[in-house]
């Protein structure tokens, strides 16, 4: 019993409070994404009487409009502050989603939700780049890996409570969805009030450009592996497995929301004690397993929207979630460290913008071909994902010898003393001279 107290705080991530406090933003937005993002394609498809390529392209917009704003906010979390430019964004989505509720015919869906992937855009780079200000450099590992905690925890709840509200005969209950989400973004700005502004460089450094960070081959080719990843894990996930189990395995929406709480719950229980098991690891390694976990829970959706339905359907999709959670915590626990062991500190907010391109890049791609596959041939589509996640394992264990000798293995822990509210962050090592969303 003593043993296993000592392991449950060892697992304590010793962050400091600012941290917290941007933590408990976090899950309050993700709440509200979680409220949304899995029914929004039904939303538009089944409520809206939008087919699904192109209910699947109104999702892709929401990541073409991020192409434009997030490198701006890169700079301006540079210049002016990640928190300055993190307040902007939730101001922009909590508008463009409040008039969702508007949405009676696709342009209606294509301009918000173009106007919600600004606020997305600028999002990620400015969110990613103050956790990474506020965290000193050897608990930033911790620091990410706490955020997929509170988010997924977030997203999972956000999907229970909008499966209970969500009713494809009352398009009414979405209009609740979708102000409820917009509320969330202006209690994480609130939020924000509270929590310090971050130096991430001394103001006589000399001004860095995209130039810099295009340049750093082993940093862009860490980027493009993380869209094919999220392309073919994170995008079915969250945007075709819902329609997909509902109109293929006869799930309801409150059944949804229960395979969306079990991934959640998993992530919590497991991510923190995956991120402590990975320490002093290698990060490649850990990507490769991922991308594995995620092509076995596509065959077993295959099979599932195959030959299952009902109640059986339900089990085995649990059952994924369980394993996709898995691999999620891996990539919770390597992608942003290592975006920041491969960034300059002059550059953070830009190198975290590029970083959210290769999400955004992926969720326009991957919905757009996801959307086409699914309506012509539904069956298609887990396989190809499956075994596109296969090649991501093969190119991530590729990429490993790439990879500065520092940024290859999770940093193992030290006796950490949380740095005081405010001050500017170390530098992790090795980012003086070489990031999700």
């Known amino acids: 019993m003593r043993a296993f107290a000592t392991y449950v705080r060892s697992l304590n991530p010793q962050l400091p409070r600012a941290v917290w406090l941007l933590q408990a933003g976090g899950l309050a937005n993700m709440f509200g994404n979680g409220v949304i993002v899995p029914f929004l394609v039904i939303y538009l498809h089944n409520v809206r009487g939008?087919?699904?390529?192109?209910?699947?392209?109104?999702?892709?917009?929401?990541?073409l409009?991020?192409?434009?704003?997030?490198?701006?906010?890169?700079?301006?979390?540079?210049?002016?502050?990640?928190?300055?430019?993190?307040?902007?964004?939730?101001?922009?989505?909590?508008?463009?989603?409040?008039?969702?509720?508007?949405?009676?015919?696709?342009?209606?869906?294509?301009?918000?939700?173009?106007?919600?992937?600004?606020?997305?855009?600028?999002?990620?780079?400015s969110q990613s780049a103050l956790v990474t200000g506020l965290t000193p450099?050897?608990?930033?590992?911790?620091?990410?890996?706490?955020?997929?905690?509170?988010m997924n925890l977030g997203f999972g709840l956000g999907g229970l409570v909008g499966g209970l509200i969500a009713t494809t005969g009352s398009p009414e209950s979405f209009t609740k969805l979708f102000l409820l989400d917009a509320a969330t973004f202006l209690v994480f700005a609130v939020i924000l009030s509270r929590v310090p502004s971050p130096k991430l460089h001394g103001h006589d450094e000399a001004p860095g450009t995209y130039r810099?960070?295009?340049?750093?081959?082993?940093?862009?080719s860490f980027a493009a592996l993380n869209m094919l990843f999220v392309m073919v894990g994170i995008v079915p996930l969250s945007e075709f497995l819902p329609v997909f189990v509902k109109n293929n395995a006869g799930i309801s929406e409150d059944g949804i929301g229960v395979i969306f709480l079990v991934n959640?719950?998993?992530?919590?229980?497991?991510?923190?004690?995956?991120?402590?098991?990975?320490?002093?690891?290698?990060?490649?390694a850990a990507l490769a397993v991922m991308g594995v976990l995620w092509s076995a829970s596509w065959l077993a959706v295959l099979v599932t929207g195959a030959w299952l339905d009902g109640s059986v359907a339900l089990a085995a999709l649990?059952?994924?979630g369980i394993v996709f959670a898995i691999g999620e915590c891996l990539h919770g626990t390597v992608?942003?460290?290592?975006?920041?062991?491969?960034?300059?500190?002059?550059?953070?907010?830009?190198?975290?913008?590029?970083s959210s391109l290769s999400w955004q890049v992926a969720f326009i791609i991957g919905p757009a071909a996801g959307g086409a596959i699914l309506g012509a041939e539904p069956l298609a589509l887990w396989p190809l994902a499956a075994t596109l996640a296969l090649v991501g394992s093969a190119w991530a264990l590729a990429l490993e010898r790439r990879l500065p000798r520092a940024a290859r293995r999770t940093p193992a822990r030290?006796?950490?003393?949380?740095?005081p509210a405010g001050v500017e962050a170390a530098p992790a090592p090795g980012m003086a001279t070489r990031p999700s969303g």
């Open 50 to 63: 939008i087919s699904l390529g192109l209910a699947g392209s109104i999702a892709a917009t929401n990541a």
């Open 212 to 220: 810099d960070v295009l340049r750093n081959r082993a940093f862009m």
């Open 137 to 150: 450099a050897d608990r930033r590992h911790a620091a990410f890996a706490q955020q997929r905690v509170t």
């Open 264 to 284: 959640t719950l998993t992530i919590v229980a497991l991510q923190l004690p995956i991120s402590k098991l990975e320490e002093g690891r290698r990060r490649m």
């Open 414 to 419: 030290a006796v950490a003393r949380p740095e």
């Open 335 to 354: 992608q942003g460290p290592v975006v920041v062991d491969l960034a300059q500190p002059r550059l953070i907010g830009r190198y975290m913008a590029v």
């Open 65 to 125: 409009a991020a192409l434009v704003s997030g490198p701006i906010a890169g700079s301006l979390a540079d210049r002016i502050g990640a928190r300055t430019t993190l307040v902007g964004a939730l101001f922009v989505m909590a508008g463009a989603f409040s008039l969702f509720p508007l949405i009676h015919e696709a342009w209606h869906a294509f301009l918000l939700n173009a106007v919600a992937g600004l606020g997305s855009g600028a999002f990620w780079p």
């Open 318 to 320: 649990v059952a994924v």
